[in-house]
């Protein structure tokens, strides 16, 4: 009797620990995000995040996943006070962390916003007097500030999944989407539709890396990546390159082959929110992080002693976001500003776009009363007949037109 009840206790200790075992902080986000981004279930996706946040703290990375999620749940569902209430503790409490991913960054800047109740008194910003200039390709230019201009925008019938990470033309006119949440199996660079059904432009697939190690090139080269955030890119002849956002390590990829899978690392940098190869220098990749748009061949060229900065702006607690480089003397750029050089928490985000040859620069206004909070991923079309982005507070993907100031088209003919 004594050895019967010593193997049911150790049944019993055993099935308590592969209970345990199956609600790690990983396995319940995983759980929620499958209810949440491929059943469409919110509100059974909410009580798992809140489950993460609540019994587990002492793991961050999944805290803040799952609360910047849960925000995204309570919004699909109307509930936009909590949702906002998810965005002031993130903004509260994890600040720094929020800092290093985009779609969060838009996500608390949203909220942070809409509590003002004008939705943004943005003429009081201040950056006029915080941007002392502009560094452009090798040049120092300082700018004068020429007030805000008109932003026309115009809904297009395109579908992509969710918040993407990024957007590009294919040559021949396709729109491309990148979308991923970080450490996760959510991890997509397809084509957009008007149906949702995507077609993948490359098959990548998320593995699960121990903490301190680094992900050999040959699983990066059969598209297995430990995360994944970031933008996309494709040249002249339609090949596709993209980068992991703002996770580190980091690197810019490029796709040789689509079935079978082949990637090729071609540069290692620490973030990038852009990619873009502009029109007026196909040879080369402009990517965008938060201290400037710098400049990458397109093959894995050796490191080069010159500075392979293209712009940046000059300024005391300025950082930069998203960008668009309509032709090589004009460029978009959402922007930080920061109120304070200790107080990290206080900014404005602002999209202003940038002339070299007039030395000026204008605030976008999203109607004529406000500017923008931050265009999001940004692309514009190899004829330059179209610039689009993505409209975080309508969740649609809009083509844009700029007021009072040369067109595209004739931009990128420059």
């Known amino acids: 009797m004594k050895a019967l009840a010593g193997i049911m206790s150790l049944v019993v200790l055993l099935g ?11 396995q319940l986000y995983q759980k929620a995000l499958h209810l949440e981004t491929a059943k469409a279930d919110y509100q059974g996706a909410i009580p798992i995040y809140a489950t993460i946040i609540s019994n587990h703290e002492q793991n961050a990375a999944f805290t803040i996943k799952a609360l910047y999620r849960q ?7 109307g509930q936009s006070e909590k949702a906002a209430e998810c965005a002031r503790q993130l903004a509260r409490d994890y600040a720094s962390f929020v800092k290093q991913n985009t779609e969060m960054e838009l996500f608390v800047e949203k909220y942070r916003s809409s509590e003002s109740g004008d939705d943004h008194a943005r003429q009081n910003v201040g950056f006029p ?5 502009v560094w452009w390709d090798g040049d120092f230019l300082p700018l004068s500030y020429r007030g805000a201009i008109k932003v026309v925008e115009t809904p297009i019938r395109l579908l992509v999944r969710s918040g993407p990470c990024g957007l590009a033309f294919h040559p021949d006119g396709r729109i491309a989407f990148s979308e991923g949440q970080g450490c996760n199996e959510n991890m997509l660079i397809a084509y957009g539709s008007a149906n949702g059904n995507f077609d993948p432009v490359v098959d990548i697939k998320y ?4 903490d301190g190690q680094n992900p050999s090139a040959a699983l990066e080269n059969q598209g297995f990546f430990w995360s994944f955030n970031g933008p996309l890119a494709f040249n002249a002849d339609g090949t596709c390159y993209f980068s992991l956002g703002s996770c580190n390590p980091n690197g810019i990829y490029k796709i040789t082959s689509s079935k079978p899978v082949k990637i ?12 873009q190869v502009p029109v007026f220098d196909k040879s080369c990749l402009y990517s965008t992080s938060w201290n400037g748009i710098f400049r990458y061949a397109l093959t894995a060229a050796p490191a080069s002693t010159k500075s392979n900065l293209w712009f940046s702006i000059s300024g005391d607690g300025i950082l930069m976001s998203h960008s668009l480089i309509i032709s090589s003397t004009r460029v978009v750029v959402d922007a930080l500003i920061f109120k304070s050089s200790t107080e990290k928490r206080d900014y404005d985000m602002v999209t202003l776009i940038f002339d070299k040859e007039q030395k000026a620069y204008w605030s976008l206004l999203a109607d004529r009363s406000r500017p923008t909070a931050g265009f999001g991923p940004m692309a514009i079309s190899w004829d330059g007949k179209q ?5 975080s507070k309508a969740n649609t993907i809009n083509g844009f037109s700029l007021e009072g100031i040369i067109q595209p088209v004739a931009a990128c003919g420059q």
């Open 16 to 26: 308590a620990a592969c209970a345990a075992e199956l609600n790690t902080p990983e």
């Open 71 to 77: 925000g995204v749940c309570y919004e699909k569902i």
């Open 129 to 133: 007097q915080k941007i002392e200039g």
């Open 207 to 210: 593995v699960n890396i121990k």
């Open 264 to 275: 090729e690392k071609l540069h290692s940098i620490e973030s990038a929110s852009s990619l």
């Open 387 to 391: 610039m689009i982005h993505f409209n």
